[in-house]
C-alpha cells in the first residue's frame, strides 16, 4: 500500500471526533495498511486513522524495538473497558515533529476493539508500559484529543511547542483530570525526593 501524509498539529481535523467503522471492508484494510505503512516509514510507535485525514476510528500500535520481529496490534472500533492507576509518561506525537513532554496516564488499561479481520479481542496493557501509555494516546486522536492536553507543565511545554516550531497550547483544550492529578502529583513528589537522595 502506501505512505501517507501525516496532519500536523494546527489542522482542524486532528480535533474532530472520529467515525465507527460499521464494516471492516477491503476499503478499510487497505487504510489500515496505509497506516502501518506510514507508521514504520515515520518509524512511531502508533498511528490513528485522523492523522492521515481519514476521520474513522482505527488506530494502530507496534511497541517492537531493535531486532524484536514487528508486531503490529491493529485497534478497530476500540473501547476503553478499564483504566486504574497513574503514570507520568514522556511522549511524543507524529503530529508534533521532535516535540515531546511529560503527561498524565493511567497505568493500566483494558481494551476491546476489532482487529483487521474484524473479530473481537481484549487486551490488557500494565504498569504504565509503553503498549499501555500507547493504547491511551492513539484512543485519543479518535475523540480530537491530543497528548499536550494531558500536560504536566504548561511551561516546560510551550518551550518545546515553540522550539519545534508548533503552534501553542489550546489553552481551552487542556483537560482536568483531578483523579489522575493527584496521584501524579505523588508520584512527582516521590521522584523529587528520590532525586534528592542521590
Ligand atoms: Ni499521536
Redesign the pocket.
Known sequence: MSIKKVVRYGEPSLRQPSKEVHKVSQKVKNLVADMLDTMYAQN?V???AP?IGENYRIFVIDVSTGDEPLNPIVFINPKIIKKSGACISH??????PEAFTDVKRYANVMVKALDRNGRSFVLEAKDGTLLARAIQ??F??LDGV??VDHVINRFEAEEVLKKFNLPPLEIDKILDEPELSEKIDELLKEKVEKEGKN
Open positions: 512511531g502508533g498511528l490513528a492523522q511522549e511524543g506525537c507524529l503530529s508534533f494516546h492513539e485519543d486522536h491530543l497528548f
